[in-house]
Structure formats: structure tokens, C-alpha cells
T-cell receptor, first 115, second 115 residues
Framework: AQSVTQLDSHVSVSEGTPVLLRCNYS??????LFWYVQHPNKGLQLLLK??????LVKGINGFEAEFKKSETSFHLTKPSAHMSDAAEYFC?????????????FGKGTTLSVSS | DAGITQSPRHKVTETGTPVTLRCHQT?????MYWYRQDPGHGLRLIHY???????DKGEVSDGYSVSRSKTEDFLLTLESATSSQTSVYFC??????????????FGSGTRLTVV
């Protein structure tokens, strides 16, 4: 089965500084990987997804992630944090299940942004 | 999100009572999923469906059952609710699990409290 490990449960940055949220995956085949964001008391929003096309994936709100097979990583970055980026972020892998696939979530990283 | 609704949005129930959560979609998507979200655990798959009357268990299926008698509805039942089932429940839909362009849409969630 596929799995993801988010290496930090909590990350704190100052507004205007870079953001790095780390994710490693475990997969026996070429995976599809996603990053989702959840703002407080809100639903889940897709930031970006990798599905075996370009290894550098650009998402919404200035976020991007790079798929590195040799390192089994899919880290999420943003050049300059904004206060509105404060949220919980989930690294997700698509796993094969009976007759299809299902999303397997990491445990989440809470991003705090200070002014 | 448009095309997928969960009901109820909030529910408080007593230990030992049966509870049914409903997920309704208007997208005619084949795949439907139930997840639960708990702090420190991310989202974990409970059950999923790959067609009418076709369902299978996920990672945390104990204590839950599901039914899908119509394409548009996927019901999650807690036969006898326990306090450990206090959680936020998310439904998701997916049109196709193959290729590079499939995606998942999540509902807004149901907050269930078992007292």
C-alpha cells in the first residue's frame, strides 16, 4: 500500500519569508501525489497534483511542489508567505484499491504565519 | 462544493444510538468515499463505493457500514455510536480513477459528536 509521511506537524514562518512543507512518500509504482489545504473550520481545497507529467508542479496561490523520485519526496514550497496561508496542509497519495483508487492522506502540517 | 452535499452538517447523538450520514452528488460520478478527520491523523478512509451496490472497506471500517442503492447517494451508518466515533466526516466523489486527469471533490463535512 502507498503511504505518505509529513515530516513536520507544525511549521512557523514570518510573513514574506519562504515556506517549505516536507513530504515523503512510499510507493511500489509511479504514484499520483496531491497537496490539499484546509483553512480553519473549512473544507478541503486542492492546491496542486502530480500525475506523472512535469516533475515541477505549479498550483494555486503561488504554491508549487517538485516530485523527486530519487528522494521519494514531494515537498511543497512558496517563495513568500502571506497571512492568509495559515492553515493545515495535507500531502496525499493515490493508492490502488478494489476496482479503482482512493486517496491516502498524511497526518497534516499546520502552517502558522506571523506578521 | 457544487455537486456534492452532505447531511446533516452537524449532529449530536447519544452513545449506543444508530446514526446515518448522507452524501448526495449530482455529478453522476462512479466513485464515492467516506473519510473521517481527527486531529493528528489527517483523513482516514472508512469505506468507498465503485458503483451501485458495490462497496469495500477502507482503513478504519470497524463500527461503520455503508450502502449505495443509487448512483447519487452514499450512506454511512454507525450502527451503535461510540464516543470514539466523534469526528468530522467527509464524503468525496471521483469520476474516473485512471489516466492523468482524474480528480476528487470533497463535501463540506459533517461534524458528529457522540455524548
Amino acid at each position: 500500500a502507498q503511504s505518505v509521511t509529513q515530516l513536520d506537524s507544525h511549521v512557523s514562518v514570518s510573513e514574506g519569508t519562504p515556506v517549505l512543507l516536507r513530504c515523503n512518500y512510499s510507493s511500489s509504482y509511479s504514484p499520483s501525489l496531491f497537496w490539499y489545504v484546509q483553512h480553519p473550520n473549512k473544507g478541503l481545497q486542492l492546491l496542486l497534483k502530480y500525475t506523472s507529467a512535469a516533475t515541477l508542479v505549479k498550483g494555486i496561490n503561488g504554491f508549487e511542489a517538485e516530485f523527486k523520485k530519487s528522494e521519494t519526496s514531494f515537498h511543497l514550497t512558496k517563495p513568500s508567505a502571506h497571512m492568509s496561508d495559515a492553515a493545515e496542509y495535507f500531502c496525499v497519495v493515490s493508492d490502488r484499491v478494489k476496482a479503482g483508487t482512493a486517496l491516502i492522506f498524511g497526518k497534516g502540517t499546520t502552517l502558522s504565519v506571523s506578521s | 462544493d457544487a455537486g456534492i452535499t452532505q447531511s446533516p452538517r452537524h449532529k449530536v447523538t447519544e452513545t449506543g444510538t444508530p446514526v446515518t450520514l448522507r452524501c448526495h452528488q449530482t455529478e453522476n460520478h462512479r466513485y464515492m468515499y467516506w473519510y473521517r478527520q481527527d486531529p493528528g491523523h489527517g483523513l482516514r478512509l472508512i469505506h468507498y463505493s465503485y458503483g451501485v451496490k458495490d462497496t469495500d472497506k477502507g482503513e478504519v471500517s470497524d463500527g461503520y457500514s455503508v450502502s449505495r442503492s443509487k448512483t447519487e447517494d452514499f450512506l454511512l451508518t454507525l450502527e451503535s455510536a461510540t464516543s470514539s466515533q466523534t469526528s468530522v466526516y467527509f464524503c468525496a466523489i471521483s469520476e474516473s480513477n485512471r489516466g492523468t486527469n482524474y480528480g476528487y471533490t470533497f463535501g463540506s463535512g459533517t461534524r458528529l459528536t457522540v455524548v
